[in-house]
């Protein structure tokens, strides 16, 4: 029989039952007591049981879906999912494929209806406690916050959390050499005029790495320090929710999404200061009359690959540009991030590959994917190599084809007979 191995270990500490290899062996022991081929082992480090958007469960499930599975061992039910609703989707979708689903600890799911009542009870039991915890731990936070304590771990750069010796409540600290380079970013950028670009140059000539320890400070990262109201005395807490949206970028493959909640909802803390509030009012002015006579004003065209597409030579993203040509003409392109002369600056090279012309790759890209579209075998092709790591010939395509239309059969053949079992119990009239 072969099987594929499922471990889990969720982003709460509080919640893990054991590591990713703990689970495996135990996984792998039973798997050779029964004298069972493990086909792969998928494996979702970091992942909360709450959802079903996980990388290693989706592709399990499209293994089920190809044919190439005959059961999954899984540690217990709450690995599989925390939510009943979602164990119950997962292990009547993979039953539909003829895949069987083994809990180490619990019974089999389908064994009899007592033992499919015990794992249901026991979705149900685990959901309930992780929504108990997650409650009381969000609530305990909040009364935190409320109460001007410090609920949070990670600071703003040049503050610092600090845990007194004698167990008493966190506070935050200005950590002096980099609130010097904060005053210094914003007295560069209000009363020098320097722009946020050439303020990454100048903190790469002094030679000041980024917060997260870079040559290069991000513009991204200036900007962000520069509207942070953690520099005039104030963090926000309850200022972000989470939730799980279907973003253009494919969400499968992202843990979380955060949007703002209403200003109203957030909880104000106090902490030092390290710029004065006038200085901070007047980032906002420049901002604005930077954006207003920006020359970025002037890109224009859609860019269909924005954001989507990276280099092959040194694997960097792409930005946008256009350029006017000897005959007046402006075009647009794609050029690799590496043609950034602040990374060559800092020693990082040049990429030496040239611009594409975005109208030429937007057109070919498109023509692609439509031809791919347009043609389910170059899709079944696609699926297979992914899940199988290798390209699918003419016998598995067929194979995989007619064991998708078997199992289509097989569905309808049984609800075909519940309908008819359903009017002979006098459950439906014609």
């Not at 190809?66 to 690995?79: E, F, K, S």
């Amino acid at each position: 029989m072969k099987v594929a191995l499922y471990a889990r270990v969720s982003t709460e500490r509080q919640q893990e039952r054991g590591t990713i290899s703990s689970q495996l062996d135990a996984l792998r022991a039973a798997a050779d007591a029964d004298g069972h081929e493990v086909v792969e082992e998928f494996i979702d480090d970091g992942y909360s049981g709450s959802r079903l958007d996980r990388p290693a469960l989706d592709r399990l499930r499209d293994a089920a879906e190809a044919g190439v599975l005959d059961g999954v061992i899984c540690l217990a039910a709450d690995r599989l999912a925390r939510v009943y609703a979602y164990q119950v989707l997962i292990i009547e979708e993979l039953a539909r494929f003829g895949v069987s689903v083994r809990f180490l600890e619990g019974p089999a799911h389908g064994e009899d209806p007592q033992t499919t009542l015990l794992v249901q009870m026991q979705g149900v039991i685990a959901e309930y406690e992780r929504a108990k915890i997650a409650e009381r731990y969000r609530r305990g936070k909040l009364y935190r916050a409320r109460q001007g304590e410090i609920p949070f771990w990670k600071t703003s750069y040049a503050h610092r959390r600090v845990v007194p010796a004698d167990g008493g409540p966190a506070r935050i600290e200005v950590f002096e050499p980099e609130a010097e380079i904060v005053r210094w970013i914003f007295d560069a950028y209000v009363e020098k005029g320097r722009s946020v670009r050439q303020i990454s140059f100048d903190l790469l000539d002094r030679g000041i790495p980024s917060p997260t320890g870079k040559p290069i400070w991000g513009t991204s990262t200036i900007t962000r320090l520069l509207r942070n109201e953690a520099y005039i005395g104030t963090v926000y807490y309850n200022r972000r929710e989470h939730y799980h949206g279907n973003g253009r970028r494919g969400a499968r493959n992202r843990k979380t999404r955060h949007r703002e909640r209403p200003r109203e909802e957030w909880i104000p803390i106090p902490v030092p200061a390290i710029v004065d509030r006038d200085t901070f009012a007047r980032v906002k002015q420049v901002s604005r009359d930077n954006s207003k006579w920006s020359p970025r004003g002037a890109e224009w065209g859609v860019w269909l690959l924005r954001g989507l597409i990276e280099c092959g030579h040194c694997h960097l993203g792409c930005n946008c540009h256009r350029m006017r040509g000897r005959n007046g003409t402006w075009h647009r392109y794609y050029y690799c991030r590496g043609h950034d002369p602040l990374r060559t600056k800092a020693g990082l090279g040049r990429c030496p590959e040239r611009n594409i012309r975005a109208d030429e790759l937007d057109e070919y890209v498109f023509a692609q994917v439509r031809q791919t579209l347009l043609d389910p075998r170059q899709l079944i092709a696609a699926e297979h190599a992914v899940i199988a790591g290798a390209p699918a010939n003419e016998n598995e395509l067929v194979a995989t084809q007619l064991k998708r239309l078997d199992s289509a059969l097989q569905t309808n053949e049984r609800e075909r007979a519940r309908l008819i079992d359903a009017y002979q119990a006098g459950l439906l009239e014609l």
